[in-house]
């Protein structure tokens, strides 16, 4: 290391599996300092790491933490996966346990730090219902007319639920990203979360015990991100979807596997509280760490 260079130590962790090289794999940047480093400078580390996020992490206090999460093409308000993958790290070098406040720029969030960490999300709510869906399918590759609404819903990310009729159309769908794109930039949506019911409400995957609520795809072009294996903002929104839309109960767990298609299953966990508030929760594991060495 020269004279006055920064070192920034890195780990990378795949959220949401209980074993390495599975489920989403986020950068996650552990900072010893007041204040975090320049917006450029973080930008230009997620994008080194080229991850669909990486979060920088201050430890304020045994219990208390401050999040920020770049994308290689901006920052974002939250990341469920990112979140996941820092409090299981954290709980694994022994720095987090039990109950932690996060703040992230979505607002102040619980978090309980253990083998599995679950996180509350931010007040989830439906910005939007769309009645002209052509476009959207269109830009997914099929022609569709859906039996539940497409709407934007919210929590912590906005995001576009667009339900398809079934597994196998899910996993066949070939999206045109340019068009995903503009269609996510004109309603001003982080994504398109696509899911589908299961046919068979008892499916399980071997890294969870509840039954599969429903399989699911994310695309966010417009972020740079292609396809993400795992997303926790948007699978806690789809959980208030499918609860505002008569689906699922209002209270109660649920999981959804994701994933399939890229080769990376994961199983993203959530729950419904008796007061309404969302959790996302999952396994992780720590995959690689060393030092970025930064001018």
Known sequence: MGPGQLTMRYYIV???TDRPFGGNTAGVVLLDREAFPDEGLMLQVASELRYSETAFVRRLSPTEYHLRYFTPAAEVELCGHATIATFALLHRLGQAAGRCLCHTLAGDLAIEAGERVMMQMAEPRIIKTISDTEAI?????????????????YSGLA??????PDVATLNALQPAMDAVATVSRMLEAVSFHVFALPTNALTH?????????AHVRDFAPLYDIPEESATGTANAALTHYLAVNGVIPQQGDFAFLQGEAMGRPSVVATRIAVD???YVGGTAAIVAEGELLLP
């Not at 995001?159 to 398809?164: N, S």
């Not at 995957?205 to 609520?213: A, K």
């Open 205 to 213: 995957s071997h890294i969870n015990t509840f039954p599969i609520t």
């Open 14 to 16: 795949d959220a949401f």
């Open 276 to 278: 309404g508030t969302i």
């Open 159 to 164: 995001d576009i639920m667009i339900p398809v």
């Open 137 to 153: 399918y269109r830009a997914l590759g099929i022609d569709h007319r859906p039996t539940l609404p497409v709407q934007i819903a």
